[in-house]
T-cell receptor, first 115, second 116 residues
Framework: AQTVTQSQPEMSVQEAETVTLSCTYDTSESNYYLFWYKQPPSRQMILVIRQEAYKQQNATENRFSVNFQKAAKSFSLKISDSQLGDTAMYFCAYLFYSSASKIIFGSGTRLSIRP | GAVVSQHPSRVICKSGTSVKIECRSLDFQATTMFWYRQFPKQSLMLMAT?????????EQGVEKDKFLINHASLTLSTLTVTSAHPEDSSFYIC????????????FGPGTRLTVT
């Protein structure tokens, strides 16, 4: 069975600093997708970034980038120049695309950005 | 865009009653809709997957007779919590995917259910 593990329940950094959130996963599949979702205090889930497993190049979206290590089954999220609005729960997630596609979420990391 | 709404945003009901939560895709037709449950400070747990016009597929451990899901149209899915108990109090989130883009899920804002 596929699992997603986030080993950092909480993190706190100063505004403008860089922070890296860790995620590991377990799967026997070779083609799949990985995501980072953000859930701010409003509870609205927001897609931050997506990585296709068949792509070697790490995905980036403005201040957000990932370090995807397929062999190690590691998928970390780096947030550069952190902002107060980045304060949220961050969930790492996995999807094996099939006729019964469903996302498996990690337990989450609560990130606080201090002014 | 891809906007998903949920109604109500908050609901309080008495133990033993039933409550219905609606999930609507506002600007697209949803092939599939998903229902999640989130306890405080915990992750999202998938409850069931529903496709328009067919029966929902429930995850292991989810009581299908207690959590009734109806996906009557391509833009509306409903979750009915029957004979609610205080332990059903939780945050319920739906998501929807577009035809041909099933790997992308668009999330609703969630519904907080409190059973007294």
């Amino acid at each position: 069975a596929q699992t997603v593990t986030q080993s950092q329940p909480e993190m706190s950094v100063q505004e403008a600093e860089t922070v890296t959130l860790s995620c590991t996963y377990d799967t026997s599949e070779s083609n799949y997708y990985l995501f980072w979702y953000k859930q701010p205090p409003s509870r609205q889930m927001i897609l931050v970034i997506r990585q296709e497993a068949y792509k070697q190049q790490n995905a980036t979206e403005n201040r957000f980038s990932v370090n995807f290590q397929k062999a190690a089954k590691s998928f970390s999220l780096k947030i550069s120049d952190s902002q107060l609005g980045d304060t949220a729960m961050y969930f790492c997630a996995y999807l094996f695309y099939s006729s019964a596609s469903k996302i498996i979420f990690g337990s989450g990391t609560r990130l606080s950005i201090r002014p | 865009g891809a906007v998903v709404s949920q109604h109500p945003s908050r609901v309080i009901c008495k133990s033993g009653t039933s409550v219905k939560i609606e999930c609507r895709s506002l600007d697209f037709q949803a092939t599939t809709m998903f229902w999640y449950r989130q306890f405080p400070k915990q992750s999202l747990m998938l409850m069931a997957t529903s496709n328009e016009g067919s029966k929902a597929t429930y995850e292991q451990g989810v009581e299908k007779d207690k959590f009734l899901i109806n996906h009557a149209s391509l833009t509306l899915s409903t979750l009915t919590v029957t004979s609610a108990h205080p332990e059903d109090s939780s945050f319920y989130i739906c998501s929807a995917s577009k035809p041909g883009v099933e790997l992308e899920q668009y999330f609703g804002p969630g519904t907080r259910l409190t059973v007294t």
